[in-house]
């Protein structure tokens, strides 16, 4: 059996988890568990919203799968989730975009990759209040982790029958940190002549990306703008409720969705666990248990053909009649 750590963190976190281990031991797959606490429900009782008790059994599991944890806004603990990156060297963040079966979108035949990088930037979260009215955030690059990350992107694109990959900066205004960025890529990119490699200023791919996202294959970005553009991204193939997303290292692989903790839903049975859903499903081909995540996956794609949604794309079902129609279509 897999042991396999359980952040179900917090706001719509606990709901959406319950669903997703509801469905996945419907599906006849037996998973040992092992949650974990973590964020400011655990500050209270052990000083810390990280406490090492997670890391350790991420380390010892190699697995997670991660509901959302709040971070206060301009006050309060550094996130638990950019802390975990950090400390496991999760580099890249994988954030998948395809159109689902039965959500309607603006644009059809939507595939595209967001791989962003997941360790520094101005995530490094090196900050400094100058005065009263100033204050610096420093933006960190650096040539070894924008080499992995866009190595990570050629690699994925090969193993996962890609054609292409666009590096995603603002090199024209930030000579020095995005620039060093593009010259990682293209360094990267000779060794992967089989893929077409492309460069596009951010801002440029946001308008391009809100006018036809088919022109997207496989994008690598820089810490900030992978963060943006992929809930941009979501956007294209119906919100946040449906996007998922992985973020993997050397030794161990966190599943979590893009999306946060979702306050303003909080309790009320709405949540969609449909992005938590697709990142279980990752995560058990990850972990080997293919037969299982097509069988989800299935029972998934023919819930929501048949209609059967939560209010964020269009239905009226509540978490719980959202999750017992997806087991009703495993069996
Ligand atoms: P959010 O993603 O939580 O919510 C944005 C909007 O999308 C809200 O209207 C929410 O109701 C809706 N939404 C999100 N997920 C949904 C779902 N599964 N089903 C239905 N509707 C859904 O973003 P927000 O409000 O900016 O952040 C809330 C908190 O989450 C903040 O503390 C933020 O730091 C944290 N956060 C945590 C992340 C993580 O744990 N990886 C990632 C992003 C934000």
Same mark, same amino acid.
């Given at each position: 059996?897999?042991?396999?750590?359980?952040?179900?963190?917090?706001?719509?976190?606990?709901?959406?988890?319950?669903?997703?281990?509801?469905?996945?031991?419907?599906?006849?797959?037996?998973?040992?568990?092992?949650?974990?606490?973590?964020?400011?429900?655990?500050?209270?009782?052990?000083?810390?919203?990280?406490?090492?008790?997670?890391?350790?059994?991420?380390?010892?599991?190699?697995?997670?799968?991660?509901?959302?944890?709040?971070?206060?806004?301009?006050?309060?603990?550094?996130?638990?989730?950019?802390?975990?990156?950090?400390?496991?060297?999760?580099?890249?963040?994988?954030?998948? =975009?395809?159109?689902?079966?039965?959500?309607?979108?603006?644009?059809?035949?939507?595939?595209?990759?967001?791989?962003?990088?997941?360790?520094?930037?101005?995530?490094?979260?090196?900050?400094?209040?100058?005065?009263?009215?100033?204050?610096?955030?420093?933006?960190?690059?650096?040539?070894?982790?924008?080499?992995?990350? =866009?190595?990570?992107?050629?690699?994925?694109?090969?193993?996962?029958?890609?054609?292409?990959? =666009?590096?995603?900066?603002?090199?024209?205004?930030?000579?020095?940190?995005?620039?060093?960025?593009?010259?990682?890529?293209?360094?990267?990119?000779?060794?992967?002549?089989?893929?077409?490699?492309?460069?596009?200023?951010?801002?440029?791919?946001?308008?391009?990306?809100?006018?036809?996202?088919?022109?997207?294959?496989?994008?690598?970005?820089?810490?900030?703008?992978?963060?943006?553009?992929?809930?941009?991204?979501?956007?294209?193939?119906?919100?946040?409720?449906?996007?998922?997303?992985?973020?993997?290292?050397?030794? =161990?692989?966190?599943?979590?969705?893009?999306?946060?903790?979702?306050?303003?839903?909080?309790?009320?049975?709405?949540?969609?666990?449909?992005?938590?859903?697709?990142?279980?499903?990752?995560?058990?081909?990850?972990?080997?248990?293919?037969?299982?995540?097509?069988?989800?996956?299935?029972?998934?794609?023919?819930?929501?053909?048949?209609?059967?949604?939560?209010?964020?794309?269009?239905?009226?079902?509540?978490?719980?009649?959202?999750?017992?129609?997806?087991?009703?279509?495993?069996?």
């Amino acid at each position: 059996m897999h042991t396999i750590t359980l952040i179900n963190g917090d706001g719509i976190g606990p709901e959406i988890s319950e669903s997703v281990q509801k469905i996945i031991a419907a599906s006849g797959l037996e998973i040992n568990w092992d949650i974990q606490t973590a964020g400011a429900d655990v500050i209270e009782s052990e000083g810390v919203p990280l406490p090492d008790r997670v890391l350790e059994s991420i380390k010892r599991n190699k697995v997670a799968l991660k509901a959302p944890v709040t971070t206060p806004i301009g006050k309060g603990f550094r996130s638990v989730n950019v802390q975990l990156r950090k400390a496991l060297d999760l580099y890249a963040n994988l954030r998948p =975009c395809k159109n689902l079966p039965g959500v309607e979108t603006r644009f059809k035949d939507v595939d595209i990759v967001v791989v962003r990088e997941n360790t520094e930037d101005l995530y490094a979260g090196v900050e400094e209040k100058i005065d009263e009215d100033t204050a610096h955030s420093i933006k960190i690059i650096t040539r070894k982790a924008s080499e992995r990350i =866009c190595k990570f992107a050629f690699e994925y694109a090969i193993k996962n029958n890609r054609h292409e990959v =666009c590096a995603v900066s603002k090199a024209n205004i930030m000579k020095l940190s995005d620039g060093l960025f593009l010259e990682s890529f293209r360094n990267v990119a000779k060794d992967y002549p089989q893929i077409t490699s492309k460069e596009i200023l951010v801002d440029n791919l946001c308008m391009q990306l809100v006018q036809d996202p088919t022109r997207f294959d496989v994008l690598v970005l820089p810490n900030l703008y992978g963060d943006i553009v992929s809930d941009l991204t979501a956007g294209l193939i119906g919100g946040l409720g449906v996007a998922q997303g992985a973020n993997i290292g050397l030794d =161990c692989a966190v599943f979590e969705p893009v999306h946060g903790s979702a306050p303003d839903i909080k309790g009320q049975n709405k949540a969609n666990p449909t992005a938590l859903l697709l990142s279980a499903i990752e995560m058990l081909k990850y972990i080997n248990e293919y037969t299982y995540a097509e069988k989800i996956e299935k029972a998934l794609f023919k819930t929501l053909s048949q209609g059967h949604k939560t209010a964020d794309i269009g239905g009226n079902l509540t978490t719980t009649e959202f999750t017992n129609k997806i087991i009703e279509n495993l069996l």
